[in-house]
C-alpha cells in the first residue's frame, strides 16, 4: 500500500470488531465485552502503519533490487517532511533475528533515533481480556553513526525505525 500511495485511496481491515460473546471467526481486530476491549497484534499492525507514514517514498534495496522478502525481509521506507524525520518499516518473517544495516547515502541525520517494535517468538500467543498487552509495540532507541545505522531485527517483528534528519 505504502508504494502504492497515489493510487491507492483508502483501506479498511475487515473484520474489524467482534464480541466476545457472539463472533464468527477470530482474526477480528479488536474484541470487546460489555466492561472492556483489547486489541490484537493486528490491530498494533494497523496502528503502526497508519500513525508513521510519511510525505515521501524512499527506495530501499539490498544489492541493487527492492527489498521485498530476500531472506524473509520486507521493508519500505518514506521521508517524513512534517517531522522532518526517515521513516523505515522492516518485517522479519524469519524465525531468527537478522542484523541489517541501513545506508541513508545522501541523508543528514541525527545520531539517534527509535525504533518501535512489535514481536513475538511464540506465534501462539496472543492477547486477551486477560492479557490485553502480551503482544504489544515497544519502544527502543537506535544509534546512528553519520548516515548508517545498524539494527538486529527480531525474529517474528514489525520495526518501524524512525530517525530525525539534521
Same mark, same amino acid.
Given at each position: 500500500?505504502?508504494?502504492?500511495?497515489?493510487?491507492?485511496?483508502?483501506?479498511?481491515? *475487515?473484520?474489524? +470488531?467482534?464480541?466476545? /460473546?457472539? #463472533?464468527? #471467526?477470530?482474526?477480528? +481486530?479488536? #474484541?470487546?465485552?460489555?466492561?472492556?476491549?483489547?486489541?490484537?497484534?493486528?490491530?498494533?499492525?494497523?496502528?503502526?502503519?497508519?500513525?508513521?507514514?510519511?510525505?515521501?517514498?524512499?527506495?530501499?534495496?539490498?544489492?541493487?533490487?527492492?527489498?521485498?522478502?530476500? /531472506? /524473509?525481509?520486507?521493508?519500505?521506507?518514506?521521508?517524513?517532511?512534517? *517531522?522532518?524525520?526517515?521513516?523505515?518499516?522492516?518485517?522479519?518473517?524469519?524465525?531468527?533475528?537478522?542484523?541489517?544495516?541501513?545506508?541513508? &547515502?545522501?541523508?543528514?541525520?541525527?545520531?539517534?533515533?527509535?525504533?518501535?517494535?512489535?514481536? &513475538?517468538?511464540?506465534?501462539?500467543?496472543?492477547?486477551?481480556?486477560?492479557?490485553?498487552?502480551?503482544? *504489544?509495540?515497544?519502544?527502543?532507541?537506535?544509534?546512528?553513526?553519520?548516515?548508517?545505522?545498524?539494527?538486529?531485527?527480531?525474529?517474528?517483528?514489525?520495526?518501524?525505525?524512525?530517525?530525525?534528519?539534521?
Amino acid at each position: 500500500l505504502e508504494r502504492n500511495a497515489e493510487v491507492v485511496q483508502l483501506t479498511s481491515y *475487515a473484520p474489524l +470488531m467482534a464480541h466476545a /460473546e457472539g #463472533w464468527q #471467526w477470530t482474526p477480528d +481486530m479488536i #474484541w470487546f465485552n460489555n466492561l472492556e476491549s483489547y486489541g490484537t497484534p493486528n490491530y498494533y499492525v494497523q496502528k503502526l502503519y497508519s500513525t508513521n507514514k510519511g510525505t515521501d517514498l524512499i527506495s530501499v534495496t539490498q544489492d541493487g533490487e527492492n527489498l521485498v522478502g530476500q /531472506e /524473509e525481509l520486507y521493508a519500505s521506507a518514506t521521508l517524513d517532511s512534517e *517531522a522532518n524525520e526517515v521513516v523505515v518499516k522492516v518485517v522479519n518473517t524469519s524465525s531468527e533475528a537478522q542484523e541489517i544495516q541501513l545506508n541513508f &547515502e545522501g541523508k543528514r541525520l541525527k545520531n539517534k533515533g527509535s525504533v518501535i517494535v512489535l514481536k &513475538e517468538a511464540d506465534l501462539t500467543q496472543e492477547n486477551s481480556f486477560e492479557s490485553t498487552q502480551e503482544i *504489544a509495540p515497544v519502544t527502543e532507541e537506535l544509534k546512528v553513526k553519520k548516515d548508517v545505522a545498524t539494527y538486529e531485527v527480531s525474529a517474528y517483528s514489525l520495526n518501524i525505525i524512525r530517525i530525525p534528519l539534521k
